[in-house]
Nanobody
């Protein structure tokens, strides 16, 4: 069974940047779509960004548009999320996930990495 392992979380001041990485414990086929999600305490999980299998098409939540960038390196089998101009409201647990069918159903999940932004 493949698991995903996120890294790169931490604490940063508002306006700062972080880059999250996600690497599977096994092989994630390059045909999989990938995504980043987040969940803050007391809130529902939110889809942050998604990327197609080749990395050509991306989509973002309105709340992070123009501040976050999702990318993937299929040669290294790694997913990234570059987060700039961070805001206090970006504070959450961030999860990466894989969608083996690219039909919008993410069926492989990581355990999350905490991002805390202080104002």
């Amino acid at each position: 069974q493949v698991n995903l392992l996120e890294s790169g979380g931490g604490s940063v001041q508002a306006g700062g940047s972080l880059r999250l990485s996600c690497k599977p414990s096994g092989y994630i086929y390059t045909s999989y779509c990938l995504g980043w999600f987040r969940q803050a305490p007391g809130k529902e999980r939110e889809r942050v960004a998604t990327i197609d299998s080749r990395g050509r098409n991306t989509a973002y939540a309105d709340s992070v548009q123009d501040r976050f960038t999702v990318s993937r390196d299929n040669a290294k089998n790694i997913l990234y999320l570059q987060m700039n101009s961070l805001k206090a409201e970006d504070t959450a647990m961030y999860y990466c996930a894989a969608d083996s069918t690219c039909l919008g159903e993410f069926d492989i999940w990581g355990q999350g990495t905490q991002v805390t932004v202080s104002s």
